[in-house]
Structure formats: structure tokens, C-alpha cells
């Protein structure tokens, strides 16, 4: 029945006939928990005051835990952090791969979502890749970055780059993964344990992607993210961690596999 078979109360101005709201359904959920499972979101900083504000507002409601890997820093990232109630673990030895090593050892979720603290990363779609996570039934969700539409956050150099080495990977791993790169993952905290991860630094972003790609058990998706420039300095060496993130990628896929 469309709105206009409905007539209009000259007196009122509502419409005459009487619409029944539905009754709001109740689930069997625990309301503290998304689905029934319990969210960890890890996020590595490494001197992020600035973004880590703004990631932390950003942060939805049902998240159950905030793990905040202070890698060193020496500015307020871990006093801010704390001030929104995150659970802040110092790292003291510095890289990328070591804060997220760190963290999943302190993680409980059944669920783990990674982010960088810079604020490059929407929080806001962590509900939209929690439901895509379960709806295809994966065990790996990987963030897409690509296509960028802020023309701000990403150079045509990091752009370039990162279409090599994603090329590598899909090439040497025979399936198709369009960000090798992308530092936000959704994932069943449970798979971590047939993982081999030896990466402390930058190459651990595309590590974890092998190993999910690796294991047959693991179910592994891609789906697009808006991606935005990060706040305060960004900690990459382009030239410097893209050559060795391609050597790191071929030294994995020749080696022998260690358990
Ligand atoms: N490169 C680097 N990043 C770190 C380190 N420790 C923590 N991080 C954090 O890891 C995230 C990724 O670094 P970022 O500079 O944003 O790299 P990009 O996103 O690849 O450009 C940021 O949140 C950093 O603060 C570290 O030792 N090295
Ligand atoms: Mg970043």
C-alpha cells in the first residue's frame, strides 16, 4: 500500500488510517557484545598523539577492548590513549610487526580488528567490516585501501608501490589480494595460533596475509575501505621498507616453512 492511498485528517493533519509500528524485536544477544563475540581492537602507535584522539572518539560503543601498543613513544600518545579508557602496553622495542606481536599476545576477543593510530583508517567502518567479516563466513578479512579517493592520502609513488608489491604477492600466492599493504584486518583471534610470524617490522602488514593466504583452513576475503591522509609524521621509508617488503615476500614464499 503505497503512502498516497492514505487520506489525510483535515483537523489533525496526520494520516487517518492507523500504521501498527512493529514491535521492537528482541534478541538473544548479550547486549555488551557484538553477536555474541567479543571485539579487540589493537592499534600500534609510535608517537600518534594526534591521531590517536581522533581514531579513539571515532571508536564505536561495542568494541569490548582497546589493546594501545606504545611503541616507544616519547610524545602523549599513551597518556591520551589512557584518558579514553584504552588498555596501553609499552613496547619498548621499536617496529611495526614487534607492537602488533605484543598485542595479540594480550588480546581476549574472540575477534581481533587492527588499525594504525595515525587516523588513515575509518573506524567508523569497523560495524560495516564486522558484518561483511560474517556475512561471507571468512576467517581473514583484509581492508582494501584501493581505490583511494582522497587524492591526499596516498602519493602516486606509494600508490605505485603498493600495486607492485600486492602484484607479487597475488603472483606468488596464486590469488588475487589488491592490498598487501593495508594495515587494518578483521580476523578470528583463534587462527593466529597455525600462524608463523616473524616480521618486527613493516613486512609483518603482508606476513599475516601469507600466512591467512597459506593455510588452507583459513577463509580469506578483501573488501574496500575509504582511506585518508594520516595526521602527524608518517614513520614509513617508501623506498626503504618497499625493496625490503618485495625481498621479504620472496625470501617467504623460497623458504622452507618453519612450525
Ligand atoms: N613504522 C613504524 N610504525 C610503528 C612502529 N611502532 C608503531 N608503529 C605504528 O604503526 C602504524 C603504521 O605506521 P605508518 O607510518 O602509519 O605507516 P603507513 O601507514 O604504512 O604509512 C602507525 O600507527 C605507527 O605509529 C615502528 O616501530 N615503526
Ligand atoms: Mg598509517
Not at 538473544?28 to 594526534?50: A, F, G, H, M, W
Not at 584504552?86 to 588480546?107: D, L
Not at 614513520?235 to 612450525?259: E, T
Request: charged content about 25%.
Amino acid at each position: 500500500m503505497g503512502i498516497s492511498s492514505l487520506r489525510r485528517d483535515p483537523i489533525r493533519g496526520g494520516f487517518r488510517r492507523k500504521i501498527r509500528l512493529p514491535r521492537p524485536v528482541r534478541t538473544s544477544y548479550n547486549d555488551s557484545l557484538y553477536k555474541d563475540l567479543r571485539i579487540t581492537v589493537i592499534i600500534p602507535c609510535l608517537n600518534e598523539e594526534q591521531g590517536i584522539e581522533k581514531v579513539l572518539i571515532r571508536m564505536p560503543a561495542f568494541v569490548d577492548d582497546i589493546i594501545v601498543v606504545d611503541n616507544g613513544s616519547t610524545d602523549r600518545t599513551a597518556d591520551v590513549a589512557k584518558s579514553f579508557g584504552a588498555n596501553v602496553i609499552r613496547e619498548n622495542v621499536r617496529g611495526y610487526g614487534r607492537a602488533y606481536k605484543r598485542g595479540f599476545s594480550e588480546a581476549t576477543g574472540d575477534i581481533i580488528i587492527t588499525l594504525d593510530g595515525d587516523h588513515s583508517y575509518p573506524p567508523d567502518a569497523i560495524s560495516y567490516l564486522l558484518e561483511a567479516f560474517l556475512h561471507l563466513q571468512v576467517d581473514f578479512l583484509n581492508a582494501s585501501r584501493f581505490p583511494v579517493r582522497d587524492s591526499e592520502a596516498m602519493s602516486f609513488k606509494h600508490k605505485f608501490g603498493n600495486f607492485v608489491l600486492s602484484l607479487a604477492m597475488s603472483l606468488l600466492y596464486f590469488r588475487w589480494v589488491r592490498d598487501s599493504q593495508s594495515g587494518m584486518w578483521v580476523f578470528r583471534r583463534s587462527i593466529l595460533e597455525g600462524f608463523n610470524l616473524e616480521s618486527d617490522g613493516m613486512a609483518f602488514s603482508e606476513e599475516i596475509k601469507i600466512e591467512a593466504l597459506r593455510n588452507s583452513n583459513v577463509r580469506f576475503s578483501e573488501i574496500s575501505i575509504l582511506y585518508t591522509s594520516r595526521l602527524g609524521e608518517m614513520k614509513l621509508n617508501p623506498w626503504r621498507d618497499g625493496f625490503f617488503n618485495l625481498y621479504f615476500l620472496l625470501k617467504k614464499r623460497f623458504s622452507a616453512r618453519r612450525k
